[in-house]
């Protein structure tokens, strides 16, 4: 009998885990849902045609933000924030993608002899895009 109670324990946990990380991924990617969706292409060409950033970088960066938020990398704009509209959800900061995040930036710098501190900077894609795309390092 104590088994049981502690399969459906387990079990009951497991689903609520399943649950809020289903809805709190939801409630994030819920400020785009009606946004067009772009390729990195399209976003390269609308915002950094006339930059030194490649496609591939622009493409790179989108991906990982994506990747470690769980939104969809075409919706993302470059004056998308970290403090507002990617910001991690209530009662879940501790827990969310942007920590990664940080840490792959702070990684690709190092890597790169850049100054890993300069992570702290960033506010927005775009920060990201630029910063992350100066260091040549592709994500491991």
């Given at each position: 009998m104590?088994?049981?109670l502690i399969v459906m324990?387990?079990?009951?946990?497991?689903?609520?885990?399943?649950?809020?990380?289903?809805?709190?991924s939801r409630k994030r990617r819920s400020p785009f849902r009606d946004r067009a969706e772009l390729t990195p292409e399209e976003i390269h060409s609308a915002?950094?045609?006339?930059?030194?950033?490649?496609?591939?970088a622009v493409s790179?960066?989108?991906?990982?933000?994506?990747d470690r938020l769980?939104?969809?990398?075409?919706?993302?704009r470059p004056s998308d924030s970290f403090l507002e509209e990617?910001?991690?959800?209530?009662?879940?900061?501790?827990?969310d993608g942007l920590g990664a995040l940080s840490?792959?930036?702070r990684k690709k710098l190092a890597m790169?002899?850049?100054?890993?501190?300069?992570?702290?900077?960033?506010?927005?894609v775009d920060d990201y895009i630029r910063l992350t795309s100066q260091t040549g390092v592709r994500e491991t």
């Amino acid at each position: 009998m104590d088994v049981v109670l502690i399969v459906m324990a387990i079990v009951v946990v497991g689903g609520l885990a399943i649950a809020w990380t289903f809805f709190s991924s939801r409630k994030r990617r819920s400020p785009f849902r009606d946004r067009a969706e772009l390729t990195p292409e399209e976003i390269h060409s609308a915002f950094y045609a006339d930059s030194a950033i490649d496609k591939d970088a622009v493409s790179r960066s989108l991906h990982e933000i994506a990747d470690r938020l769980q939104v969809p990398a075409g919706k993302l704009r470059p004056s998308d924030s970290f403090l507002e509209e990617l910001a991690p959800n209530r009662g879940w900061e501790y827990d969310d993608g942007l920590g990664a995040l940080s840490d792959l930036a702070r990684k690709k710098l190092a890597m790169k002899g850049g100054d890993p501190e300069a992570v702290a900077r960033i506010k927005t894609v775009d920060d990201y895009i630029r910063l992350t795309s100066q260091t040549g390092v592709r994500e491991t």
